[in-house]
Structure formats: C-alpha cells, structure tokens
C-alpha cells in the first residue's frame, strides 16, 4: 500500500552525533571516491583523476561531519599551484558567488529593498526606458521599471545573460568571414569582454550603459531566463544602498562575521594556498571580473564553504523567518524536479520506499568557471549540507561526482532518520499523567509504530478512558493517523529537554495505481489543522525529548493527557 505524503521532515531530527548511526554513511563515500579516483571515471563519465583535483564536505550546524580530498598529479598543476588540497585549499566557485551576493544583500539590506525596482538604485536605467518605453515596443526594450532586485536575484527579470567573459558576447572574428555583419561588438562590449584582453578597461557605468541597450529575452516576471549581467545589477544597487563598494561589504558582513578567511573577492596573493589546474590562464585563475566578480568571480576554501553552510543553517545573520523566506522557490522550470530561487536551484529527489514516494528538496547552487566546477548545497528536511568543489576536470565529468554522492548521502541520511525515529520514538506508552484531575487511567495507552516503507510512526492505538481516539475523529473512514513534526519548538530549561509541536495527519491508504494517481493530487497538506477543539488542534501532539533524542513524553495536547 502506498501513502500521500505531506512535504517537510517524517521524523525525529537526525541525531549526527551518534557515531554508530552514522559510520555507515560515510564509509559508504569514502568508497564512492576511491572506486571514482581507481576507475578513472563517474557515473559511467570520463574523470581522470591524475588531472583532477576535488574536494567534498559534508556538515550539520555545528560540525563537519566528512571530508574527503584527492590531488592530482603535479604535472597537471601550475608551477603556482598548491601540491596537496584539504580543507584550507582555495578554488574558484564560479556561480556560487551569486549565493554569496544574495546572502551579502540580505544581511546588509532589509526585505524593503527587495520588491522595489532597480530604476530605484540606478536611475541611469530609467533615462533608458525614458527614450522609448516598453510599451510601446516591448520587443526591443527592456520595461527596467518593472525589473525588481529579487526578480534579479530569482533570475525572473527577462534581462540577457550581459557581455561579460562569462556571457558569450562574440567579435564577428569568432565566425568565418562574412558570417557576421562588419559592425561586431559595440564599444561596452569589447572593453568588457576578457576574450579580447580588455577586462580591465570595462568600468561599471560602461557595463550598466552597454547592457541597457540589450533586447530583452522575456517580460519580468514571465519565466526564469539565466543572466550573470543581473547580478551586476544587483551589486551596483548593494554599492548605492551602502555607500560601499561590494567587495568592502561582502568582506565586513560576511567573510569577516563568519570568519571565512580563506575567501576572496580578487585573486589571492601568491602565498595563498590555492590549487591551479594546468595554468592560470587556462583555468581562468587569473580571470578577474568587474566589482570581484558577484556573478562568478569569488574564490573560497572546502572550509569556509562549510562555514557559510553554518551560518545559514544557524541563522548567524538572518533570522530563522527571513531564512525560511529566502530558501524558497520563485519559480519552475520545464523539469518537474527543478525549481528556480534567487538564486537557489532547487531539486527535487524522490525515493521510492515500497509503493510510498518519499521527495527530499535540495537548495542548491552551482557555479563553473575555467577548470573549476563546485556545488553548495542545503537539505532542510535533515538539517544537513555539503560542497563539492573540483579543479581541472571537464564539467560534466564533475557534475557526476554530486550526482553519485547525493544518492548516497540520501538514502543513508533517510535509513539513518527510519533508525532513530524507531529506537527512540516508537514504543508502547501506557504510563498516563492526566493534567485534568477527574480523568482516571482506565484503559489508556498509546502506541507508536515505525513501519518500513511508510512516512513517519503510525498511530497504531490511542485509547483514552476505553474510548478509541482515532476512530472517533476519523469517522470510521478508512484513513490511519501517522505522526510528523512541525519544527516547531523550545527549550524546557527546568528539565533540559525540548519541547516540539508534532501533528497526525490522517493518510489514506492506496494500491499501488490509485498511488500513481495521486502523487499529482496529493492534498495532505490541507488538512494540516482542519479540526480544532477549544483554541487546540486534535491532531496536536507535544512531544518532549532528552539530549541525544530519545522521547520522555507525548502529551496529546487536546486532551491534556501526557504519555511517558
């Protein structure tokens, strides 16, 4: 039978700290990496490991947790290059630095910010709309008034990808002659295009300038559309709203708060412990982008990639409601397992447990630039994280290293969560504390059942005073009760335990068709609260639990009765 399963943690959180839990885990990628450094490949891709350098991390709030290195061999290394990567090794990020600038302008900013457009903070936009609007020709103008920060952010704003190394911008001497028209790139393009040599000669109003004069690829806020330019944008508005450059304010609110030491926003000096593929121009270690680079340019270390995990997780410089807020979709993409944020990009993996399907969201970014390829990634459900960062292999060949690993990290990180919940949750309970003197304890019992291939426990009986809890509130429909938490909780400093908010929610049991059917329908998440009694939910549960996780007690809140 299969089960619809509401989205958000089916369990007791995962408890890192129990070795014996987690050793499988791990030993299991240690394997994967040594059997991809013998194999010389990844999922069936190429990946030869004599030329390949990576390095994968993987951490909960307060630790890391695994870490695994490999270096390639010094011939496929710059004469600058560290030798030997670990933990303090810096390599480029690529595209995680637009995270990084997302993350910058939160924590210096505030929430208004983020609806108002950018004519706002760059006026020099508006002159543009001002000489012919896009509505009269939305075809060939951009309608910069309705191109707001976070639609810059979330990759909403219908703007081109900009002209920069990172964005494609090509000379008619890129094509046979006569190919192209003899007009080629206009003067923004070429002082900002790095395949030309002229990096350094784009200036910020030159790239604002050149870019407003590009076509739009949609309306705003019509579907996402990729564009390293709009990250320009939004670091241009983060310098006016600051009256600081940004690389000055990513060093001050982020890179100094969280102690990254070992992150830049330009290239690291030369004693610096950086691993280099091939050579610095190869690799594009000496590529350098205007304002340090908030679309690609950043360098960071295994470790300060972790710290930056920690900082979100822990809410070090948001609050958890802004966090919440910012780790969510604003967008999909043609892919039902792929959704766009700002700039997360988010998975889906979903994991077939007998005929229930089990879907785990991951809030990732990934970032490419020369030789270097890194993931950073966030799960929620398990309070869990990692990076992966490699230097010298192909791309896809990179790619294939996270793709492997996820799989294995999911399905340990869920075998791990079935484990506790079921040694430290699911039991028998017939001690009885009743808050209301006049109940007794005649025939009162709870029992929590841990089922394999099913979500959260089953409330397999729950009789108060002989009377039949479930039965009463379902009706006698043919639905059974299983327990999930809300994450919702507080300490209880009288007895150093913690108290979290849990509900039942009512399931409907499903062959393995009438499954199929509603994993497109699934509406669990409608009847999360359907049924309250006296200011008090009926499906509310309290559920106290000691250091280490084990439960002491569950408290069925509407009843004010209290399992031990």
């Given at each position: 039978?299969?089960?619809?399963?509401?989205?958000?943690?089916?369990?007791?959180?995962?408890?890192?700290?129990?070795?014996?839990?987690?050793?499988?885990?791990?030993?299991?990628?240690?394997?994967?990496?040594?059997?991809?450094?013998?194999?010389?490949?990844?999922?069936?891709?190429?990946?030869?490991?004599?030329?390949t350098n990576f390095s994968f991390a993987v951490f909960d709030q307060h630790q890391t947790l695994h870490t695994?290195?490999?270096?390639?061999?010094?011939?496929?290394?710059?004469?600058?290059?560290?030798?030997?990567?670990?933990?303090?090794?810096?390599?480029?990020?690529?595209?995680?630095?637009?995270?990084?600038?997302?993350?910058?302008?939160?924590?210096?900013?505030?929430?208004?910010?983020?609806?108002?457009?950018?004519?706002?903070?760059?006026?020099?936009?508006?002159?543009?709309?001002?000489?012919?609007?896009?509505?009269?020709?939305?075809?060939?103008?951009?309608?910069?008034?309705?191109?707001?920060?976070?639609?810059?952010?979330?990759?909403?704003?219908?703007?081109?990808?900009?002209?920069?190394?990172?964005?494609?911008?090509?000379?008619?001497?890129?094509?046979?002659?006569?190919?192209?028209?003899?007009?080629?790139?206009?003067?923004?393009?070429?002082?900002?295009n790095s395949a030309l040599g002229m990096i350094n000669q784009c200036s910020s109003s030159t790239f604002i300038?050149?870019?407003?004069?590009?076509?739009?690829?949609?309306?705003?806020?019509?579907?996402?559309?990729?564009?390293?330019?709009?990250?320009?944008?939004?670091?241009?508005?983060?310098?006016?709203?600051?009256?600081?450059?940004?690389?000055?304010?990513?060093?001050?609110?982020?890179?100094?708060?969280?102690?990254?030491?070992?992150?830049?926003?330009?290239?690291?000096?030369?004693?610096?412990?950086?691993?280099?593929?091939?050579?610095?121009?190869?690799?594009?270690?000496?590529?350098?982008?205007?304002?340090?680079?908030?679309?690609?340019?950043?360098?960071?270390?295994?470790?300060?990639?972790?710290?930056?995990?920690?900082?979100?997780?822990?809410?070090?410089?948001?609050?958890?409601?802004?966090?919440?807020?910012?780790?969510?979709?604003?967008?999909?993409?043609?892919?039902?397992?792929?959704?766009?944020?700002?700039?997360?990009?988010?998975?889906?993996?979903?994991?077939?447990?007998?005929?229930?399907?089990?879907?785990?969201?991951?809030?990732?970014?990934?970032?490419?630039?020369?030789?270097?390829?890194?993931?950073?990634?966030?799960?929620?459900?398990?309070?869990?994280?990692?990076?992966?960062?490699?230097?010298?292999?192909?791309?896809?060949?990179?790619?294939?290293?996270?793709?492997q690993q996820i799989n294995v990290l999911l399905n340990g990180l869920d075998d791990i969560a079935h484990q506790?919940?079921?040694?430290?949750?699911?039991?028998?309970?017939?001690?009885?504390?009743?808050?209301?003197?006049?109940?007794?304890?005649?025939?009162?019992?709870?029992?929590?059942?841990?089922?394999?291939?099913?979500?959260?426990?089953?409330?397999?009986?729950?009789?108060?005073?002989?009377?039949?809890?479930?039965?009463?509130?379902?009706?006698?429909?043919?639905?059974?009760?299983?327990?999930?938490?809300?994450?919702?909780?507080?300490?209880?400093?009288?007895?150093?335990?913690?108290?979290?908010?849990?509900?039942?929610?009512?399931?409907?049991?499903?062959?393995?068709?009438?499954?199929?059917?509603?994993?497109?329908?699934?509406?669990?998440?409608?009847?999360?609260?359907?049924?309250?009694?006296?200011?008090?939910?009926?499906?509310?549960?309290?559920?106290?639990?000691?250091?280490?996780?084990?439960?002491?007690?569950?408290?069925?809140?509407?009843?004010?009765?209290?399992?031990?």
């Amino acid at each position: 039978m299969g089960y619809a399963l509401g989205l958000g943690p089916a369990n007791l959180p995962i408890n890192t700290t129990d070795v014996a839990a987690t050793k499988d885990i791990f030993h299991n990628l240690t394997n994967l990496f040594d059997r991809i450094v013998k194999d010389d490949e990844a999922d069936g891709r190429p990946l030869p490991a004599n030329e390949t350098n990576f390095s994968f991390a993987v951490f909960d709030q307060h630790q890391t947790l695994h870490t695994c290195h490999h270096s390639a061999d010094e011939s496929a290394l710059a004469p600058e290059s560290t030798k030997t990567v670990n933990d303090d090794t810096i390599y480029r990020i690529g595209s995680v630095s637009k995270l990084v600038t997302v993350y910058t302008f939160l924590v210096s900013t505030n929430w208004s910010h983020w609806q108002a457009p950018i004519t706002r903070y760059l006026p020099e936009l508006a002159e543009r709309s001002a000489e012919c609007s896009a509505a009269k020709d939305p075809i060939d103008y951009i309608d910069w008034d309705e191109v707001t920060l976070e639609s810059l952010a979330g990759q909403l704003s219908g703007i081109p990808d900009g002209f920069e190394p990172l964005d494609g911008a090509l000379d008619s001497e890129s094509f046979p002659p006569g190919f192209l028209p003899p007009s080629g790139l206009s003067t923004a393009q070429k002082d900002c295009n790095s395949a030309l040599g002229m990096i350094n000669q784009c200036s910020s109003s030159t790239f604002i300038s050149g870019l407003a004069h590009e076509h739009p690829v949609f309306a705003p806020w019509d579907q996402p559309s990729y564009s390293n330019g709009a990250y320009q944008l939004l670091a241009a508005a983060l310098e006016r709203t600051t009256n600081s450059s940004f690389p000055e304010t990513l060093q001050a609110n982020i890179f100094d708060k969280l102690n990254m030491t070992s992150s830049y926003s330009s290239i690291p000096p030369a004693s610096a412990p950086g691993v280099i593929p091939f050579n610095q121009s190869a690799s594009q270690w000496n590529t350098t982008l205007i304002r340090g680079g908030p679309e690609g340019g950043l360098y960071s270390s295994t470790a300060d990639l972790v710290k930056l995990g920690q900082g979100i997780m822990k809410h070090s410089l948001l609050s958890p409601v802004q966090t919440r807020r910012w780790m969510k979709p604003l967008s999909h993409t043609s892919s039902l397992r792929y959704s766009v944020g700002a700039p997360w990009e988010i998975f889906r993996r979903s994991r077939r447990e007998g005929d229930t399907l089990h879907s785990v969201d991951l809030y990732t970014k990934g970032g490419d630039i020369g030789g270097y390829h890194t993931v950073f990634a966030l799960i929620p459900q398990y309070d869990i994280g990692y990076v992966v960062l490699t230097a010298g292999s192909p791309y896809t060949s990179a790619l294939a290293i996270d793709d492997q690993q996820i799989n294995v990290l999911l399905n340990g990180l869920d075998d791990i969560a079935h484990q506790q919940a079921a040694k430290n949750m699911a039991r028998t309970y017939t001690h009885v504390l009743f808050n209301n003197p006049s109940s007794n304890n005649t025939n009162t019992s709870l029992i929590l059942e841990m089922e394999p291939n099913a979500p959260g426990l089953n409330v397999t009986a729950l009789i108060i005073n002989g009377t039949d809890f479930p039965a009463a509130i379902l009706g006698g429909q043919p639905y059974e009760l299983r327990t999930y938490p809300t994450e919702l909780s507080r300490c209880n400093e009288t007895r150093g335990t913690t108290l979290t908010s849990w509900r039942m929610l009512a399931h409907p049991r499903y062959t393995k068709a009438q499954q199929q059917q509603q994993e497109l329908q699934d509406a669990v998440w409608l009847a999360t609260s359907n049924q309250v009694y006296g200011y008090t939910g009926l499906n509310g549960l309290l559920v106290e639990t000691e250091e280490g996780g084990r439960v002491v007690g569950i408290e069925v809140r509407v009843l004010d009765v209290t399992f031990v």
